[in-house]
């Protein structure tokens, strides 16, 4: 079985005995929580090595019982949360759009909080190719989740610009399911059909960094015209209105988690490392950490050119007024967009 396979199977399988495990509604004070793998989770990873969410459940006067998951993939925390086997999951921006507007008048999954505003850069080792419009049918473009995932709707964005709305899904027919670190090897090496890559922090800097004939064609950031949200944490209304103080603590965690990475980001680069138990080099995590390009904050930016966009492109159903229509209202405390 391929790396990509075992990955889907092992996801798909962590869903489903979540969900057998799954049972009445918990009382206030428990909380589920699932993340996935990389840098762009550092505020989750500060409020479970510091405890952040304990902490501001007793000033409320609430002990929570913290659980923690891990999963691969939107698909699976997605299937995850509407059974409701996890109380709060994370996944980018679009993966989250998708949820909201098909349970719209349900179970009505919206955002608690943004992770940060970290870019993906769409890189080619094909020396040929100098922009989007240079890639052909001989290209591949790995991604996570082909057409659906994070990096395939900013694509689909931009390629609807480039060569309008009916054309949308041009780049979904040469593009390929693949994990960051399998598709990091295959443009590095450049033996194999991967010919570009639509990648995330750590794997954009090692890919750059390992060989001089990989470049960026262009970021999620140059799409959706400035800095804007990676990925998200998300909730159902049930949860959030059966469990107000563990919402309400969840929240003044993730703040405080925000204020320790900005107040001091080599110490958050090693508590990435230490809960990670990540291999990778301390000074690359602290280039990470401390690029400008990342910023490691709970208020949502531009996620509403997701909203928008994709409803253009009828991805959407539903169409997003503000930020706030798919925002739980903790957020609304700090500016958003």
Not at 125 to 141: A, C, F, M
Not at 180 to 185: C, V, Y
Not at 203 to 225: C, M, T
Not at 251 to 274: H, P
Request: proline content about 4%.
């Amino acid at each position: 079985m391929s790396l990509r396979r075992r990955t889907l199977a092992m996801g798909a399988a962590v869903a489903a005995t979540l969900a057998l495990t799954a049972g009445a509604a918990q009382a206030e004070g428990k909380i589920r929580i699932a993340q996935q793998f990389g840098i762009g989770y550092l505020l989750l990873d500060v409020v479970r090595d510091q405890q952040l969410i304990e902490k501001h459940g007793k000033t409320l006067g609430q002990d929570i019982d913290v659980e923690w998951a891990s999963i691969s993939g939107a698909t699976a925390m997605n299937e995850a949360l509407l059974a409701g086997a996890l109380d709060v999951v994370s996944a980018g921006v679009p993966p989250m759009l998708t949820l909201w507007d098909r349970t719209r008048g349900r179970q009505n999954v919206k955002a608690l909080a943004a992770l940060g505003s970290l870019p993906n850069y769409l890189l080619t080792n094909n020396t040929s190719v100098k922009s989007l419009k240079d890639l052909g049918p001989k290209d591949r473009i790995a991604v996570p989740a082909a057409g659906v995932g994070f990096q395939s709707r900013t694509l689909q964005i931009e390629t609807a610009r480039l060569f309008g709305k009916d054309d949308f899904k041009r780049f979904d027919e040469i593009s390929v399911s693949l994990p960051h670190p399998e598709a990091t090897a295959a443009l590095v090496s450049g033996g194999t059909e991967i010919s570009t890559h639509f990648s995330s922090a750590p794997f954009y800097y090692q890919a750059l960094a390992a060989n001089p004939k990989v470049r960026k064609l262009i970021s999620s950031y140059d799409i959706l015209g400035g800095p804007a949200t990676f990925n998200v944490l998300y909730t159902t209304q049930k949860y959030r209105e059966q469990n107000p103080k563990t919402t309400q603590a969840f929240y003044a965690a993730l703040v405080e988690a925000e204020q320790i990475v900005k107040a001091d980001k080599a110490r958050a680069a090693d508590i990435f490392i230490r809960v990670q138990k990540s291999k990778l080099a301390p000074a690359l995590v602290r280039q990470i950490v401390e690029d400008p390009e990342n910023d490691f904050t709970v208020s949502p930016q531009r996620s509403l050119v997701y909203a928008q966009e994709l409803h253009k492109l009828g991805v959407l159903k539903s169409q997003a007024g503000s930020w706030k229509d798919y925002f739980f209202e903790e957020a609304w405390a700090r500016p958003g967009s």
